[in-house]
């Protein structure tokens, strides 16, 4: 009868064999390049479809509730305030919005799963292992992807990776000028990822948003640029940020510490616990 030790010997040496298989099931070369750094290309703003301007010229094809909700943000900064762009509080840009890339981005490609890593977010996790919807996953503003890798060219290599992400909290804007999405967070977001046939060094996301603040679905195609001399600099939101929210008022900290107003005739934040000074 074998020992205990010949028995903890063998299993060692069956799960080091079981994770050798593991990694070699993984064959790299089946999957595209999409290695180094991506980032907008050069004069791309914030703005969600590139091709127009932001805003308005956006035609972002909202119903009239949620385009008066985007008129009331554009309204409001331009007297001063932030309007529908919550980013000045720090809280992640959400999906679709974090897809725009406001700092460089990088995928990390796996078996069962790609990393999308962001510099100041949580990585965004694309899950490409054939699993069904979760049903008892809580919302987030970056949803939860189930991706599937494609072979458009039947050359026994992926080059297409198709996502489609559910699963959202809100509220989330598609660009800096304030175009919501829908409150009840059921949007669903697709994506059709893939290298420019021309330039590698060039990539295309054509997104594809379905929400009900929409009165049809809104595609449009995004580009990142690749950037193979990788060079990652840490990025806090929180440090250094002089935007103060009280209430629904957002305020702006002085350089000697005390709170200024951000828009012309802006009340004073409201201190209902404070005494009065005598």
Request: charged share 25%.
């Amino acid at each position: 009868m074998p020992s205990q030790s010949t028995l903890r010997v063998v299993a060692v040496a069956a799960a080091l064999m079981a994770a050798s298989t593991g990694a070699l099931a993984f064959d790299e070369t089946r999957y595209p390049d999409w290695s180094g750094q991506w980032m907008r290309p050069p004069g791309v703003g914030f703005q969600w479809d590139i091709t127009k301007a932001p805003g308005l010229a956006q035609q972002a094809p909202l119903t009239p509730e949620y385009r008066a909700v985007l008129e009331a943000s554009l309204a409001d900064q331009a007297a001063g305030g932030q309007g529908g762009d919550n980013l000045v509080t720090c809280r992640t840009n959400g999906m679709p919005r974090m897809m725009s890339v406001a700092w460089p981005i990088e995928f990390v490609i796996l078996p069962n799963i790609t990393y999308v890593n962001f510099h100041p977010f949580l990585p965004r996790r694309i899950y490409t292992d054939g699993r069904k919807w979760p049903t008892d996953i809580e919302p987030s503003f970056a949803g939860y992807s189930i991706g599937k890798w494609l072979d458009t060219d039947g050359d026994g290599r992926f080059d297409t990776l198709e996502v489609e992400t559910r699963n959202f909290k809100g509220p989330r804007t598609y660009e800096p000028s304030g175009i919501p999405l829908h409150d009840d967070g059921e949007s669903v977001i697709l994506e059709r990822i893939y290298l420019d046939k021309a330039d590698p060094d060039i990539m295309h996301n054509d997104i594809t948003t379905i929400d009900h603040a929409l009165t049809r679905p809104w595609t449009v195609n995004k580009r990142y640029r690749r950037d193979r001399n990788v060079i990652w600099f840490e990025d806090n939101c929180t440090e250094n940020n002089r935007h103060v929210i009280v209430g629904k008022e957002d305020y702006f900290l002085s350089a000697d510490g005390y709170l200024m107003p951000t828009r012309k005739d802006q009340p004073p934040p409201d201190l209902r616990y404070f005494k009065a000074r005598k």
